[in-house]
């Protein structure tokens, strides 16, 4: 079990990305998805998270500029990023509750991370 993250890149302020992050291998179901990210030199910290129902939270930095969204069909979660800063600038992971085995224990598994540079 894995998630695949696709969709970072440089861009240029006040540009949009969209990142892509798919569970991929064999599973039962997911439950919350979310994106973190890591700026240099910074810890790892919250962007965003989504239940499976659809509930959405939200760091303060990426209200209003970012949108949270999956796919449950797909096993997939995107962030739509919009308006995007230097300060943006991180690697971007995400991070799945996954059932591997059917029997209700979720666990958390993680994105390789995707770089998004935001230039000024």
């Known amino acids: 079990v894995q998630p695949v993250e696709s969709g970072g890149g440089l861009v240029q302020a006040g540009g949009s990305l969209k990142l892509s992050c798919a569970a991929t291998?064999?599973?039962?179901?997911?439950?919350?998805m979310g994106w973190y990210r890591q700026p240099p030199g910074k810890q790892r910290e919250l962007v965003a998270t989504?239940?499976?129902?659809?509930?959405?939270n939200y760091a303060d930095s990426a209200k209003g500029r970012f949108t949270i969204s999956r796919d449950n069909a797909k096993n997939t979660v995107y962030l739509q990023m919009n308006s995007l800063k230097p300060e943006d600038t991180a690697v971007y992971y995400c991070?799945?509750?996954?059932?591997?085995?059917?029997?209700?224990?979720?666990?958390?598994?993680w994105g390789q991370g995707t770089q998004v540079t935001v230039s000024s």
């Open positions: 991070n799945i509750e996954i059932d591997p085995t059917g029997w209700g224990e979720f666990r958390v598994y």
């Open positions: 291998g064999s599973f039962f179901s997911t439950n919350t």
């Open positions: 989504i239940t499976r129902g659809g509930s959405t």
